[in-house]
């Protein structure tokens, strides 16, 4: 089994991104149970704006998608800011909307049978608004988000100390971290057993 873990941090790398620091639990905790992990950081991609899988030349999009469509786990990974998803994450899933259409050859959607989830940081409010927005556009494409497939941490309202500058709120973020993984990989498994059949006529 495949985990793709979507980095939509502001910063290109080799900055440090909190978000990924935080997401690196949830990681740790499905390689212990056998799945092998695998990270994009897309603000060191060219990802034009659009709707569509392949925009032509110097697009690095289609390479995403390929890594997503060999992935049964999807982590998407993101900071808060101003309250919402990063404009990466938005970018992220308008061009996922492309998935809607596309099918595999026994005509089941390409995103059935693959689960999702989603792991915030930001020193502001709204975590669960960020979480609430990227579980139900990645459910409107067609994967299936497991209940409690999130972990987040924030410092509380107004500015404050970043993620890797203290150990505020770490306990539960860790532990809700390790739910989700656990919860994410329980479901995977299950579909891979099962999986969602194509709709008949």
Known sequence: MKALFISCTLK??????????????????????????????????????????????????????????????????????????????????????AMLSETSSDGTPVAYNRVAGVVVTGNEDGAHHVISEISGALGDIGYTVPGQAWTYWNQGPGPGDEYPDTEHGHEWSHSTGRLMAHNLHAVASALAAHPVPPQED
Request: proline share 9%.
């Open 12 to 97: 290109p790398s080799p900055e440090p991104s909190n978000t990924e620091a935080l997401a690196g639990v949830v990681a740790g905790a499905l390689q212990e149970r056998g799945v092998a992990v695998d990270h994009i950081r897309l603000a060191d991609l060219d990802v034009p704006p659009g709707v569509v899988t392949d925009l032509g030349d110097g697009d690095a999009w289609p390479g995403v998608h390929e890594r997503l469509l060999d992935a049964e786990i999807l982590v998407v990974v993101t900071p808060t800011w101003v309250g919402r998803p990063s404009s990466i994450a938005q970018r992220m899933l308008e061009r996922m909307d």
